[in-house]
């Protein structure tokens, strides 16, 4: 099973709101992405997790906030958003970081107003 | 120079047609490197990795040059359903952090 889940699969927030994505996975892997894609650009890499751990952070501005509750989950609270913030947000996960292939869940599609 | 170059296309070919594309990358300290695909307003999926022997998959054949830092990607006998954008990723470098690093994909259509 290479199976990453997310959730929602679509969300619509204002700029004064707090929401969060989430995404899951059961593969036993030990190393977990958000990346924020827009239209016709490749993903940017946002953040990394290894082991649970916050390794990377890609000058990321704090209106986005990274959480590891567990090997399994992964969440990224949202707050303050602009409008370009707009985009497509996938989570991935690897057996571990470097160089190893990752598996991207379905993504969740963020619309800021 | 940006580290990971590809041409982004469109690649438009017939069905049944042989295409080819490269990926380029600047840092010869990459470690690792993979082809994704990804299709409209979905995920990127794994296609394949690439390693320093070669390695095919059915129609698609992946190849590593170090010498001219560049993978490519063979798809034979192309379909309809090959349509989408194939994104390389190459990965590590100087140091023990991750990096991770997509080239900006090419477009490929198969018409019929």
């Known amino acids: 099973d290479t199976e990453v889940t997310q959730t929602p699969k679509h969300l619509v927030m204002g700029m004064t709101n707090k929401k969060s994505l989430k995404c899951e996975q059961h593969m036993g892997h030990r190393a977990m992405y958000w990346y924020k894609q827009k239209a016709k650009k490749p993903p940017e890499l946002m953040f990394v997790y290894s082991y649970e751990k916050l390794s990377i952070n890609e000058s990321v501005p704090s209106r986005f906030s990274p959480e590891c509750p567990n090997s399994s989950l992964l969440n990224l609270h949202l707050h303050a958003l602009q409008p370009e913030d707009s985009a497509l947000y996938l989570c991935?996960?690897?057996?571990?970081?470097?160089?190893?292939?990752?598996?991207f869940g379905p993504g969740t599609r963020l619309t800021v107003t | 120079r940006k580290e990971v170059e590809q041409d982004p296309g469109p690649f438009n070919v017939p069905e049944g047609a042989t295409v080819a594309f490269n990926c380029t990358y600047s840092?010869?300290?990459?470690?690792?490197f993979f082809w994704y695909r990804q299709d409209c307003r979905k995920e990127p999926k794994l296609l394949m990795s690439v390693y320093s022997s070669g390695n095919e998959d059915g129609r698609f054949t992946a190849q590593l040059n170090r010498a001219s830092q560049y993978i490519s990607l063979l798809i034979r006998d192309s379909k309809l359903s090959d349509s989408a954008t194939y994104l390389c990723v190459v990965t590590g470098g100087y140091s023990s952090a991750s990096k991770i690093i997509f080239g900006s994909g090419t477009r490929l259509s198969i018409r019929p």
């Open positions: 991935a996960s690897s057996l571990m970081t470097d160089s190893y292939e990752q598996y």
């Open positions: 840092n010869s300290a990459s470690q690792s």
